[in-house]
């Protein structure tokens, strides 16, 4: 039988193996990925480390992280900040009405406010509170 024939080691080593080399596209995908996103670099620099990556790929992988890593991580960060800015636009764009006015929560605040600084009374206040609601 040939499963008679395959090992726990055998198959332990083909299992490291696999890992190895997966965790090896993903380096070469995260490298690739910050190249083509960075803009201060121009085309021909990465052509070059294109290049680069595809015949020595093993020194240019360490030679990107050791010279470009640092940058990588800020640009990554920069990145990862500006789509949480964009989030937190849209998130509040679609929390407020798009005619200008505030929420109904923040209506009635305010006219809370105004009622406990005494500047409307109770009724005004009812009123205010009936015309966020609707």
Not at 2 to 16: C, G, K, P, R
Not at 29 to 54: C, P
Not at 77 to 106: I, L, W
């Amino acid at each position: 039988m040939i499963v008679a024939e395959v090992s726990f080691i055998d198959i332990f080593w083909s299992m490291l193996w696999f890992f190895f080399l997966f965790i090896w596209i993903v380096i070469l995908f995260q490298i690739l990925t910050d190249l083509f996103r960075d803009h201060t670099l121009s085309g021909g620099a990465k052509t070059l480390w294109v290049l680069f990556l595809v015949f020595l790929p093993f020194l240019a992988v360490f030679v990107y992280l050791i010279s470009r890593g640092k940058g990588m991580a800020e640009r990554a960060a920069a990145r990862q900040q500006q789509a949480q800015e964009q989030f937190e636009g849209y998130v509040r764009s679609v929390a407020t009405p798009g005619d200008g006015t505030a929420a109904p929560a923040e209506q009635i605040s305010q006219a809370k406010q105004l009622l406990d600084a005494g500047t409307i009374d109770q009724a005004e206040f009812d009123r205010l509170k009936a015309k966020a609601l609707a």
